[in-house]
Every structure is written in structure tokens, then in C-alpha cells.
């Protein structure tokens, strides 16, 4: 599975997901998908922009529900790495702020993925 960068440079084990996220940097908003998780960050996917790339070091607040949860998360966080690949920007943010209760949830998702099917992403299949 190609997703741009080295594995060895993550920092906590890493559970697949599809879902969508809300991304605001500033005043744009982007909405994107989502293709994994950790207690520390996320891999987000969207729709390359040339006119307003995502900036590395840039900070972020992501929005976002996990499969099977009703509890809506919050997290502030930096872009840490990115690619494009295609029509697509493939970007990876460490969470920097992000509640302990939230961070909890993410977590119980991390350990058992397969309570919610995940759908391999448009931008990863071949």
C-alpha cells in the first residue's frame, strides 16, 4: 500500500479508518478523508490544489467523528509531512492538542479496528 512516506518514521501503532474530516487552516476549510489513525495523529487525503497547497509546519483543527461513535472530535494539530500523489495531497498531522478524553477514544479504536469496516480510499487504489 503506497501512502508517501516511510513507515519508520511513525510513532505509535496505526489502525486503518475511512472517514471524512473537516480540516480548517486559517479561514479555508477542507474536507477530507481520512485512511489511518493513532493516539498522535492522522493521514489525511485531499483534492490537490495548486493554487492553495497544504503548508508543512502548518497549524490545523480537525473535526471529525470515529465509525461506530456519536461522540464528535476535536483536535488541533501540525502538518508534519506531505506528498502529492495525483490529483491528490496526501498529508500527515501530529495531533498537538486534542482532549483526553478523545484521545481515549481514538485509542480504543486504534486496538480493535475491525468493529468498523474500512474502505480501501479512492486515493490508494490501483
Same mark, same amino acid.
Given at each position: 500500500m503506497f501512502d508517501g512516506f @516511510?513507515?519508520?518514521r511513525r510513532l505509535s501503532h496505526r489502525a486503518p479508518i475511512a472517514m471524512a474530516v473537516r480540516k480548517t487552516e486559517g479561514s479555508r476549510i477542507v474536507l477530507? +478523508? *481520512?485512511s489511518d489513525i493513532? *493516539?498522535?495523529g492522522? =493521514?489525511?487525503a485531499s483534492v490537490f490544489d495548486e493554487l492553495h497547497p497544504a503548508l508543512r509546519e502548518a497549524r490545523c483543527l480537525l473535526e471529525f467523528t470515529l465509525p461506530g461513535s456519536r461522540v464528535p472530535i476535536s483536535a488541533r494539530g501540525r502538518v508534519i509531512r506531505q506528498v502529492a500523489n495525483g490529483r491528490f495531497h496526501l498529508t500527515a498531522?501530529? =495531533?498537538a492538542v486534542i482532549a483526553p478524553s478523545h484521545r481515549r477514544l481514538i485509542q480504543r479504536y486504534v486496538r480493535s479496528p475491525a468493529a468498523a469496516p474500512?474502505? +480501501? @480510499?479512492i486515493f490508494?487504489?490501483?
Open positions: @516511510p513507515r519508520n477530507c +478523508q *481520512a493513532s *493516539a498522535g492522522i =493521514f489525511l498531522v501530529r =495531533f474500512v474502505i +480501501q @480510499p490508494l487504489r490501483g
